[in-house]
Structures are given as C-alpha cells and as structure tokens.
C-alpha cells in the first residue's frame, strides 16, 4: 500500500504538471489506522518531487479509539500538522446509533492530546439529527462542548445511507428517523449558539474561530485544482497535455488498485472532461456554501468571456436578490445568512438559468453572420 500511494503519487504529480503544493489531506476512511512511517514516507516522497509550501496545512483525519490516539505523537513526528477528530457525538446512545467504537471518554482523551500537538489546529465533527436525539440532547451537547474544544468545528446532519445497520434498524421500524423540522430546528440553533460564541460559519457545515478555517477544504470550495490518489479517491485537475479540466476517480476495491497503480503507474478508473458549463455549475454548488461567496475574478478564470452578472439578469435570480437571499456587490456573489440557510433550495433556479445563458450564448456563436 505504501509503495503503491508514493507511486501514484508520483505519477498525477508529474501528469498535472505541479510545481508547488499547498496543502495535504489524509482522509476518507479511516487513514490513522496507517503506520506513521507510511505518512511520513509519502510526504517526503511528495518533497523530492515538487515544492510543499512553507506553512501547508497537513491534515489528519482521525478516530477517537485508543489505539489511535497513542499514534498521534508519531504522527506529528511524520509531518501532520493539523487532525479532524471523528467525534460524531458524545452522547452514549448515540454513540451505538451511529455504530461508532469508541466511547465518550475517548473523545475527550483524544481532544486533549490533539490540542497539545496540534494547537489551534484541531477539528472536532459533530453528527446531529439521529434518531431519539432532541433539540434539548444537543443543546447540552454543544455547550459540553464549546467550553473544551479547540478552534474549529464541523457539523453534519445525519444521512442514513441504503445497506447500511442504521438504514435496516428503521426500515425493520426499530429506530425512528428524525423528523425534518426538528432537524431544521437543532441546524439554525447551533448557528446561533456558535455565533455567540466567536465561531464564524464559514460553510454551511465548517465554524471556525481566530480564522482557523480548513485550507484544503476551502481549495474545494473556490475552484482550486487537486489530486486525489488512493483507492476511492476523487481529483479535479487539467492534465498537462489535456486542454480541459478533468473529474478523476480512482479505482475503489484496494486490492484492485494496487494492481492497477503496479502495472499502469496510477489506477485512475474514470476521468471525465468537464465543459465550461460543468465547472461553472460545481462552482456554484460549492461556492455558494460558503461565507464568501464566488467571486467574479475567479468565475471568469473559467469563463473569460461571460461574467457572474449575466448571471443575474434572469427573473429567478432577481427574485432571490430582492428576497435577501442572494447578494452581488458588483465582485462577490454570495448567499445572505438566510440564503446559506436553505441554499439547497436556491441552487436549482441558480443552474438552471446558469445553463439558459451558456446554451444562448453557444446558439449566438455558432449562427451565420449576415455578410450583407
């Protein structure tokens, strides 16, 4: 596995033609269960290659168990400078809910030492909406929490996933699922109490404070290349000898990509050309979810010749202005804080009026000029 990541490493380097790297990211899964020699090794085979910047942001994604916190000290050593701790909740029931091993005590064992490492640069996810939690259950919860926590805080709603224990417990009616209001309910009121307490919503699902936000994840968010490498991974890059931007995902199965990167030097199972009109949409999607906004600068980098203003001239987009849900100031398009609160309902008018300008702006260009 490790010779298998250096490898594929190398190789996505070298095809997308990078220079220098601003941030690192071990996550998806559980990546602390690796040997710290394999982290350390992949880092400094990535600083034989290209440039790591001074001051990257080398992440972790961690699981509060034992046996992984006694590796963090070993972690530090190999470079990591920054871990997301999996939480998920402190509550015990919900701890067996979620299907999580280990417990509360843990949680807070692993926070300590985290923040003796990695001071100002520890994350701690928080799940909520699972079921029999209610508002009250998370209300103590995050004031548990926010006495004790370190700089940053990542808050996601549960998703009950098909296949999965939790999924078969509520079709088989063994757990209830959450209802949707008081799902709405426990969101608007962690806002506020995080508010409150100097965080600053970021994203839809990041809080930060003193700006520590997460880097790596903010490049997602603006429209920054990266590469993914590992099984199951997801990149978004324009190869050197390529004229457009790719979505590349990596062969899932482990065992699968390791003979792959073997033989081919990396195990890219599908990479997709994306339009114009495809990179402008993800932007949109992921932009809008956070504080700042798209910015017109980086919108026209993908479209040089239409900017975000056009954007605005449909009937939709003006209603959402005029609503306060939507804000231009003639830079910057953003969602106002009751935009960002129920983003996923604006976005359909958003891309829909995105695709009418880009297919009449394709129409106008391919229409014979009248020489007359």
């Not at 590796?71 to 470079?79: H, I, M, P, Q, W």
């Not at 923040?115 to 103590?140: A, E």
């Not at 590349?248 to 994306?274: C, Y």
């Not at 010749?305 to 609503?323: F, M, T």
Request: charged share 25%; with cysteine.
């Amino acid at each position: 596995m490790k010779a298998c990541l250096i490898k594929e490493a190398d190789t996505l380097i070298r095809l997308a033609g990078v220079t220098e790297i601003t941030s690192v990211f071990f996550g998806g899964g559980t990546p602390s269960l690796a040997k710290p020699e394999t982290v350390k090794a992949l880092l400094e085979s990535v600083k034989s290659l290209v440039s790591i910047k001074n001051n990257a942001e080398i992440s972790l994604e961690v699981n509060p168990t034992f046996l992984e916190i006694e590796t963090l000290r070993e972690f530090s050593d190999a470079g990591i400078n920054r871990v997301s701790i999996g939480v998920q909740t402190l509550n015990k029931n919900g701890l067996q809910i979620l299907g999580r091993d280990h417990s509360e005590e843990e949680s807070l064992k692993c926070l300590e030492m985290s923040k003796s490492l990695f001071p100002g640069q520890v994350s701690m996810d928080l799940i909520f909406g699972w079921p029999s939690q209610t508002l009250d259950m998370w209300i103590s919860e995050l004031n548990q929490i926010l006495p004790i926590c370190d700089n940053h805080l990542s808050l996601y709603q549960l998703t009950v996933e098909r296949g999965t224990h939790l999924f078969k417990q509520i079709q088989q009616g063994h757990l209830r699922q959450q209802d949707s209001q008081v799902v709405e309910d426990m969101y608007l009121t962690a806002v506020d109490l995080l508010e409150r307490n100097s965080f600053e919503r970021y994203e839809i699902s990041n809080f930060a404070r003193e700006k520590c936000y997460s880097h790596h994840n903010k490049a997602y968010w603006t429209g920054h290349d990266y590469i993914g490498i590992g099984p199951g991974a997801h990149g978004r890059f324009q190869p050197v000898a390529s004229k457009q931007r790719q979505a590349r995902i990596q062969t899932l199965e482990p065992n699968d990509w390791m003979w792959e990167v073997e033989r081919f030097g990396h195990a890219t199972r599908k990479a997709t050309s994306l339009s114009q009109l495809q990179q402008l949409e993800e932007l949109l999607i992921v932009g809008l979810r956070t504080r700042e906004g798209i910015s017109n600068k980086v919108w026209m980098k993908i479209s040089e010749e239409r900017s975000i203003q056009e954007l605005l001239q449909g009937p939709e987009v003006k209603q959402l202005v005029q609503r306060d849900l939507l804000m231009f100031d003639g830079e910057d398009l953003r969602a106002t804080k009751e935009g960002q609160n129920i983003i996923d309902s604006l976005l359909p008018d958003l891309i829909n009026v995105l695709g009418q300008n880009q297919r009449l702006a394709a129409s106008m260009t391919t229409q014979p000029q009248n020489l007359t």
